[in-house]
């Protein structure tokens, strides 16, 4: 494949960086910045959106902001974010707490498809959506391809679903190192570097094992951190993710969802209409294999309709009913007060009406229940219908004896409005 080279620095940023990246995506972001403007599904998907008020690149449809995670991934906005189709951690962050902060928004739906990017960043945005759960719904979505540090991305979020073709995995670190002292001797170029006596470990001979040896355990220690994430964020212990999450390799659709590295299958409009609903897309779509103890190698020639009635099954076989005494549940008062609170906020968003956002808000910071909150709404709209139903009446008395020229009567109620209106246009339009 040839690549017309028109900006080397690009290059440069590649081979300098640290990349959470899947197979051939580097050599793809290259031909990604010569194309042309074109459609495909997932632009399509989300075209019934409108723009997030105050949003960068967030879009709102039912109530759900759409999070688009497309494209390489760069901490920052540079021109492959711009033109390209790229995403920067940066942007998603702020979108995220631009739909936090919108009242009307009642869930986030993050909208993923891409083979990963830079190492640096993608921890503090896993963070930030993990930091969302609890406050609103925050759910990921995959339709083709969530790999590497997208998938670290994706994991952080409440839940987790994939459509059945979609590329899911990728765990690891790349990094890369272009070694030129070759070419540099062919041109007779020769390069002095003084280190720091201090600092013998700031610069590495990648010539010997031992400099080798050092970046490797560089790697290695950035792997590290992304397996203990993803497997927390996932509720899997380190070693079932170095077993069982593609040691590299990317799962297809089914398969990653048998391996537990996602809730289920479904497309992204089911996605969509279940947070617009205010349920949860797991409730309805989800099934997690692994949480079963089935293997992969069982669950994958079997439809997801197949392994929700075996799970099914298994639990009512494994929990049987109690007769007597009967069995008194453990209660977290925690727990039951973030599942209240959480209530609370989704029921006050499902009821606010347009230009009521501001109220909705302080409802929410206030402590005010849903009944409440409802009550300030029918309250105000019945002032508003007051104050229209006078300012009628009020009209009607003042042009009770207008009307349009020409005319031998005099009218009176409201047809002395309607002839008052008539007689405006027709001044207005010399009609």
């Not at 972001?29 to 042309?36: L, N, T």
């Not at 105050?54 to 920052?76: M, N, Q, S, W, Y």
Request: net charge negative.
């Amino acid at each position: 494949m040839t690549i017309n080279v028109r900006n080397p620095l690009i290059f440069d940023a590649a081979l300098t960086a640290n990349w959470a990246i899947d197979e051939g995506a580097l050599r793809q972001m290259m031909d990604i910045a010569a194309r042309e403007d074109r459609l495909d599904p997932q632009m399509l998907e989300a075209y019934r959106a409108q723009e997030l008020a105050r949003a960068e690149r967030a879009t709102v449809r039912d109530g759900v902001a759409i999070v688009d995670v497309t494209g390489p991934l760069f901490k920052r906005a540079n021109l492959m974010t711009t033109f390209c189709g790229a995403t920067a951690y940066e942007t998603v962050r702020r979108d995220l707490q631009t739909a936090m902060d919108n009242a009307s928004v009642r869930a986030i739906l993050l909208n993923i498809h891409s083979p990963g990017g830079e190492a640096a960043g993608v921890a503090e945005l896993a963070s930030a959506i993990h930091d969302i759960r609890g406050r609103k719904p925050i759910v990921a979505y995959a339709g083709d391809q969530a790999a590497s540090a997208a998938l670290w991305t994706a994991v952080a979020a409440d839940e987790f679903f994939v459509g059945p073709t979609a590329s899911v995995g990728s765990l690891g670190v790349v990094a890369g190192y272009r070694d030129t002292s070759g070419q540099d001797a062919a041109r007779g170029v020769k390069t002095y570097e003084f280190v720091s006596s201090q600092s013998p470990y700031k610069r590495v001979d990648l010539n010997t094992k031992e400099g080798r040896d050092r970046v490797q355990a560089r790697v290695d220690s950035m792997a590290a951190v992304f397996v203990e994430t993803v497997a927390n964020y996932r509720g899997k212990s380190v070693d079932h993710v170095l077993e069982h999450f593609g040691q590299g390799d990317v799962l297809i659709g089914q398969a990653a969802v048998a391996a537990g590295m996602a809730d289920g299958i479904a497309t992204f409009e089911q996605v969509l209409a279940s947070l617009a609903r205010g349920d949860s897309p797991k409730a309805t779509f989800g099934f997690n294999p692994a949480a079963t103890g089935q293997m992969e190698s069982e669950t994958m020639d079997k439809t997801p309709e197949q392994l929700a009635a075996e799970a099914e099954a298994a639990a009512s076989v494994a929990t049987p009913k109690a007769v007597e005494p009967a069995t008194v549940e453990t209660v977290d008062p925690a727990a039951e007060a973030r599942s209240a609170e959480r209530k609370r906020v989704t029921d006050i968003m499902a009821l606010t009406l347009p230009g009521y956002e501001a109220e909705a808000q302080k409802a929410i910071e206030t402590g005010s229940s849903a009944h409440e909150f409802s009550a300030i709404i029918v309250a105000a709209e019945k002032a508003k219908r007051t104050t229209r139903a006078a300012a009628i009446k009020e009209d009607t008395k003042a042009n009770a004896d207008v009307s349009p020229a020409g005319a031998s009567e005099s009218a009176t109620g409201d047809d002395a409005a309607v002839n008052a209106i008539l007689a405006s246009f027709k001044a207005a339009t010399a009609n």
